[in-house]
């Protein structure tokens, strides 16, 4: 997987570590609490430096960028770095936990967040931008969603400074950057032109293009080259475009966006200036003076409010007809035929399953006291009520978005994640056909799979179940991660879709095919 096991994990002085609960290239994070004050808990990120080397980064480049983040975390919207150290075959960073987990897991395709939200998180991107360009002189260059946390208000958290750089030296003079380092779809158009560019003035173009995100739940753009059509017809139009994604912006939104997205460095909006902008200024009814989270409740409702899954007949009849389309939205996942490199198959190797047994536990809080006073209800009555605290069980729900939304508070667990009391006989030849009809070559086939390990292991050892994902989205980026499929209670399971690289959002349009797909096996709260 990626080099971290948990029996070769170092261990850390006055720190207990638990379970895992989010992987990434080379690393792997758990979490963990202090031995001296258990209510303490934090997050440990453990990097594999041999993977790493493996693809050509050195063992200062991995500690560069953890000594480099822990200089400039000083700031509410930056995520906080504790304590680290080199040990023979790991970096460990113990960090600050990031209860509400991912900012990109809560952005639907498409559709993106209510506009109070984007303002929201816009607000304090440029305020963290600004601590990191003003005081810390440092530019990220890296900003996007997969480097977005959200704490348990709901606060952004940016993190990861693996691209991070000193632009102003001690003397005030600026250095200029060159390379071409970041997310194409990010990344401003000077990083491609083989030209010196100011990175502060990067960050401020990657701050407009997640902007740009948050309201449509798309990326404007590939790449901010002449050769997509996409950019090409913004520069033509000179930002005022009124098709596709950008006809559904407000035009007060627009203009801001073309003050950031202001292909001409020199013409383009400096932290200073969107400080200045009221959409900065205005000061939300969930926000406080200093633009936090006030109020977590509103904020969760509002960003759970676009978050949903449709299985209706229409989207389901809509969908199998035309493969690429879902709740009316464009979905097309890959364009092409599987490439030879792309597979599904059941991953078994006993050290990646002991590292896995501890992933993410199924989302049960109040729903486990429930449970034991629900025993005299029908099974599927009772499954249902159990998984009806689940946010993600709910997004499958038919409910009002208020309602529905209300129910939401912020918390680490994947909303890419549904619930089925069926027989693994049903579920895995199902998915088969899901994932073959998502282009998904599969290695045939898994539930035989299955049952050889279930034949080893015994039923229990069999789980839980974890089922590779190799693929390329639309634009034949890779798109990595895994499906995993855990005995919550008797024969209920949950069935989680963890990214592991590639567009969360195609991840997410992924999860939504699979689903759609599988529909008539999946739990549903009333
Ligand atoms: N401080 C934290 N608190 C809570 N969750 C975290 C924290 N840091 C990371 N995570 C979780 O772990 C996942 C992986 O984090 P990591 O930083 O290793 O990966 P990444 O940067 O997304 O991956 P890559 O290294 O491939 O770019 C994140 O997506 C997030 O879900």
């Known amino acids: 997987m990626n080099g971290v096991d948990d029996l070769s994990l170092p261990m850390i002085k006055d720190v ?3 379970e895992t609960i989010g992987q990434g290239t080379f690393a792997c994070v758990k979490n963990a609490y202090l031995k001296v004050d258990p209510s303490v808990v934090i997050a440990v990120k453990f990097v594999h430096i041999p993977s790493c080397k493996k693809f050509g980064l050195s063992e200062k480049d991995v500690v560069g960028e953890i000594i480099l983040h822990s200089k400039c975390c000083n700031h509410a919207n930056i995520l906080r770095v504790i304590d680290c150290n080199v040990t023979r075959d790991h970096l460990w960073i113990a960090m600050e936990m990031a209860d509400g987990g ?15 939200v984007a303002q929201f998180y816009f607000q304090q991107l440029v305020n963290a931008v600004t601590y990191l360009h003003l005081e810390c002189h440092i530019a990220h260059r890296d900003i996007k969603p997969e480097n977005i946390l959200l704490d348990k208000n709901g606060n952004l958290k940016l993190a990861d400074f693996g691209l991070a750089s000193r632009f102003r030296r001690k003397d005030g003079t600026i250095r200029l950057s060159s390379d071409q380092r970041g997310s194409p779809q990010y990344m401003a158009p000077e990083v491609l032109m083989h030209v010196k560019y100011r990175p502060d003035s990067t960050d401020v173009w990657s701050i407009g293009v997640l902007v740009f995100v948050l309201l449509t739940g798309e990326v404007p753009w590939e790449l901010p080259i002449q050769t997509d059509e996409k950019f090409q017809e913004f520069v033509r ?5 009124a098709v596709g994604r950008w006809a559904s912006i407000e035009l007060r939104h627009l203009n801001l966006l073309r003050k950031i997205l202001q292909p001409d460095p020199s013409k383009r909006a400096t932290v200073q200036d969107l400080r200045k902008h009221p959409w900065f200024l205005n000061q939300l009814s969930f926000a406080n003076k200093e633009g936090l ?7 969760a409702k509002k960003l759970f409010s676009n978050l949903r899954v449709s299985l209706s007949d229409d989207e389901y009849i809509r969908f199998t007809q035309d493969p690429l389309t879902v709740n009316g939205h464009n979905l097309e996942f890959r364009a092409t035929q599987p490439a030879s490199s792309d597979y599904a198959a059941i991953q078994h190797d006993s050290l990646n399953l002991d590292a896995l047994r501890s992933t993410q536990k199924p989302y049960t809080q109040s729903a486990t006291e429930g449970f034991r006073n629900d025993l005299a209800m029908s099974e599927s009555s009772r499954w249902t009520r159990f998984i009806s605290t689940d946010i993600a069980a709910l997004q499958f729900s038919d409910k009002s978005n208020a309602s529905f939304a209300s129910q939401f508070r912020f918390n680490p667990i994947r909303l890419t994640k549904f619930y089925s009391a069926q027989e693994m006989e049903v579920i895995l030849p199902l998915f088969e056909q899901a994932l073959r009809f998502a282009k998904i070559n599969i290695k045939p086939d898994l539930y035989a799979d299955f049952l050889e390990l279930k034949s080893s292991l015994g039923y229990e050892g069999a789980f839980p179940l974890i089922i590779n994902i190799r693929t390329q989205d639309a634009r034949g980026a890779k798109l990595n991660g895994v499906i995993i499929i855990k005995v919550v209670r008797e024969n209920l399971k949950s069935i989680s879709f963890e990214r592991k690289a590639g567009d969360p959002l195609d991840w997410r349009r992924l999860f939504k095919r699979v689903a759609l797909f599988c529909r008539e096996i999946i739990l549903v709260p009333d």
């Open 16 to 18: 207990v570590i638990g």
């Open 102 to 116: 991912d900012l990109f897991d809560k952005i639907e395709p498409d559709v993106g967040v209510d506009y109070e």
């Open 237 to 241: 139009n000179e930002g005022n475009v």
């Open 293 to 299: 989270c006030s109020n977590p409740a509103l904020l």
